[in-house]
């Protein structure tokens, strides 16, 4: 599959994201760039350093993220090389949750790792990495 047809597909399949790193501060990109997606999804806060955001509650990690809470992609703000950690992080929830498993990840501009993605891969999740969802969200809009 190209990455046309899964970005296609990601943004159709999803109904919530776990955004990793998600700042407070109205000024960061990952501020801007998920109150855009919250028009469209449900977002889930993932960031140590906040308590909530938005009036939703902030978790400390991919794994602090409570068991019913669904999530269908993760979205990460992080530098890349913090990735591998939170893919490890994605499959031992998938492991834990394993009826509702996390299927996608996406990494904003500048995030990449070769060696994460060949992990998310193995574990079955597809992967976009070094893109903006908000642009790729509202091309798709236009």
């Not at 760039?33 to 906040?50: C, K, L």
Request: glycine letters at 2%; charged letters at 20%; hydrophobic letters at 45%.
């Amino acid at each position: 599959m190209d990455d046309e047809a899964l970005i296609n597909e990601m943004l159709a399949q999803t109904h919530s994201i776990a955004v990793v790193g998600l700042s407070d501060r109205p000024e960061r990109s990952s501020y801007s760039v998920s109150e855009y997606m919250a028009r469209h999804y449900q977002v889930v806060p993932v960031n140590p350093a906040i308590q909530d955001w938005l009036g939703m509650p902030s978790y400390a990690s991919i794994l602090s993220i409570p068991a019913e809470i669904q999530i269908d992609l993760v979205n990460v703000f992080r530098r890349s090389e913090y990735l591998s950690e939170i893919v490890e992080q994605i499959v031992a929830r998938n492991r834990l949750t394993p009826a509702q498993p996390i299927r996608y990840l996406w990494t904003q501009l500048g995030v990449e790792d070769s060696v994460a993605r060949s992990t998310a891969e193995a574990a079955g999740l597809k992967v976009i990495m070094n893109q903006c969802i908000a642009v790729a969200h509202s091309l798709r809009r236009s």
